[in-house]
DNA sequence: GTCTATACAACGATAGAC
DNA sequence: GTCTATCGTTGTATAGAC
């Protein structure tokens, strides 16, 4: 593995571990058994090094949600696809929790930053638009426009503060993978009043599958840190 | 006014204005026309000026939801009570938005003003829980013991990180108060679906209620800021 | 590429005169 | 109560040898 990402790699960890802002480029370094002096040879400074972590963020997102691939041919999916979709954020959400979890912070003191951190979204919420627009198509979801993108934008807030959230209710501030499952009952729950009562029944398995995995990420806690 | 709380004033002022961490115990006594020797007379360092400020919020919203009146007789009051709630919760967000904005930031500086922001916040859920439980024993509400709770949960993560997210949707960075006002259709929508067909009408006229008050505040955009 | 050593700036905080 | 002056610490970042 490169100098250069074995930095990002690091950085990371100590990010999500001990907050972005108490982690210093000596930190980083000295993690790392490593001079502060080398550390600046591969990148010109701290801002720098968390603008390799956004691309990373950007890449692993255009991947999970299949922005990449320009074939023309996005299938819209079903109630499995919203589930592949939950699974991405969760994921998402998991390894880079240190950016959603001082987020107005991280955007407010580089503009740079602030304008790829809206210019990585925008097209996943073009995604999900379509997706929506396709589930309600099939029957699944009952909702007139509106009401879809208030749900839309209901869901888009509660799922990106969601590592926030968790970090003000927990004393120590430490979040586990389980707990960042938790927040996928609660998007169902918002969606359930406009559901189609016949999908409710698979809602209900899809809910008890993501049930399972907070469970086996439970166990097998820490490992994936 | 007596200097301390002319800082504590000016404090909140540059807080909200530029984020808690642009903002140092200098910039405070320079916005004073003050020394910073003087500052330090008056409050030992910076976290003390903010738990003061923490004091305030916590003046506020116990009077604001009347939990210092010990009378016993707690009104459950209807949707007009709601609003005075929302009224409440959206002139909060305003008065110290830095705090919403930066939430787990500033908790996870200060293990004791974590605590003490979950004792403030406490008592306020309680009083909520028996608001809607008062609403759906009035036949406003029609949701089982569940998904009362869920919606609870749901108003608050809403709640409180509306500024935070406004923050991120704005390319400066810099809310108005016509913004967090609308917070409060968000929060209507989501009980919406388990509102009896009755109580709609009502509510509707409560929204329309906030909108005026919404545009009021963009008129009068900056007066108080 | 990596190291050591160090410059530099910012901020928090204090001492002591008035 | 308020000022001026200043210290100490920490974190960012660079210079220059290896």
Same mark, same amino acid.
């Given at each position: 593995m490169k100098?250069?990402?074995k930095?990002?790699h690091? /950085?990371i960890?100590?990010f999500?571990l001990?907050?972005?802002?108490n982690?210093?480029t000596n #930190?980083?370094a000295? #993690?790392l058994g490593m001079?502060?002096g @080398?550390?600046?040879?591969?990148?010109? @400074?701290?801002?720098?090094?968390?603008?390799? &972590?956004?691309d990373r963020?950007?890449e692993? %997102?255009?991947l999970?949600?299949?922005?990449?691939?320009n074939?023309g041919s996005?299938?819209?999916g079903?109630?499995?696809?919203?589930?592949?979709?939950?699974?991405?954020?969760?994921g998402?959400? +998991?390894?880079?929790r240190?950016?959603?979890? @001082?987020?107005?912070d991280i955007?407010? !003191?580089? $503009?740079?930053? /602030?304008? =790829?951190?809206?210019? &990585?979204?925008?097209?996943?919420y073009?995604?999900m638009?379509?997706? *929506?627009?396709? *589930?309600r198509?099939?029957?699944i *979801? %009952?909702?007139n426009?509106?009401?879809?993108?208030?749900l839309?934008? %209901?869901m888009?807030? $509660?799922? &990106?503060? +969601?590592? /926030?959230y968790l970090?003000?209710l927990?004393?120590?501030?430490? &979040?586990t =993978?389980?707990m960042?499952y938790?927040?996928?009952p609660?998007?169902?729950?918002?969606? !359930?009043?406009?559901?189609a009562?016949?999908?409710?029944?698979?809602?209900?398995q *899809?809910?008890?599958?993501?049930q399972? =995995? /907070?469970?086996?990420?439970?166990? =097998?806690e820490?490992?994936?840190a």
């Amino acid at each position: 593995m490169k100098t250069k990402d074995k930095i990002i790699h690091a /950085a990371i960890e100590l990010f999500n571990l001990q907050g972005e802002q108490n982690v210093t480029t000596n #930190h980083i370094a000295a #993690h790392l058994g490593m001079s502060p002096g @080398n550390l600046y040879y591969h990148f010109r @400074n701290k801002e720098d090094i968390i603008q390799a &972590i956004f691309d990373r963020y950007a890449e692993q %997102l255009n991947l999970l949600f299949g922005l990449d691939d320009n074939s023309g041919s996005e299938s819209v999916g079903g109630l499995r696809t919203s589930m592949r979709y939950m699974e991405a954020v969760v994921g998402l959400m +998991w390894q880079f929790r240190f950016i959603y979890e @001082n987020l107005p912070d991280i955007l407010s !003191r580089d $503009v740079v930053m /602030a304008e =790829k951190y809206r210019q &990585i979204q925008e097209p996943v919420y073009g995604l999900m638009t379509r997706h *929506l627009l396709g *589930l309600r198509a099939q029957g699944i *979801l %009952l909702a007139n426009d509106e009401d879809l993108d208030a749900l839309l934008h %209901l869901m888009k807030q $509660v799922l &990106i503060f +969601w590592p /926030a959230y968790l970090h003000t209710l927990t004393p120590g501030g430490n &979040i586990t =993978k389980a707990m960042v499952y938790g927040v996928v009952p609660r998007v169902f729950f918002m969606f !359930r009043p406009y559901m189609a009562p016949e999908a409710l029944d698979e809602l209900r398995q *899809l809910e008890q599958y993501f049930q399972d =995995k /907070a469970s086996q990420s439970r166990v =097998k806690e820490g490992v994936d840190a």
